[in-house]
């Protein structure tokens, strides 16, 4: 059974940073990408940032501010977030699927985790 645990959002204030961890299993996860998305109230879930082995993916407006790694021994995804914007302010998921990065860009899963709450404001 897939289970997904989001965990390490919180406040911040602007200009600050997180690190988000996902804890993944059920899942054969060294062959599988992962991806961090959010969604921000009353929008849709975006993606923005997804790793497959050594490459990385990331949404426009995150590239150079938000860092993924992952863990394949302890089958958990890290998202380091600096420079955060009140723009920002979402419920950061993370999920994966076998295949390669492109296939992030569809957020078509069938089981989501909880999402970890990331508030940043002054």
């Known amino acids: 059974q897939v289970q997904i645990v989001e965990s390490g959002g919180g406040l911040v204030q602007p200009g600050g940073s997180l690190r988000l961890s996902c804890a993944a299993s059920?899942?054969?996860?060294?062959?599988?990408?992962m991806g961090w998305y959010r969604q921000a109230p009353g929008k849709q879930r975006e993606l923005v940032a997804a790793?497959?082995?050594?490459?990385?993916s990331y949404a426009d407006v995150v590239r150079g501010r938000f860092t993924i790694s992952k863990d394949n021994a302890k089958n958990t995804v890290y998202l380091e977030m600096k420079d955060l914007e009140p723009g920002e302010t979402a419920v950061y998921y993370c999920?994966?699927?076998?295949?390669?990065?492109?296939?992030?860009?569809?957020?078509?899963?069938?089981?989501w985790g909880q999402g970890t709450q990331v508030i940043v404001s002054s």
């Open positions: 999920n994966g699927r076998p295949g390669t990065i492109e296939t992030m860009k569809r957020p078509d899963f069938r089981v």
């Open positions: 059920g899942w054969i996860f060294s062959i599988y990408s």
């Open positions: 790793i497959n082995g050594r490459s990385t």
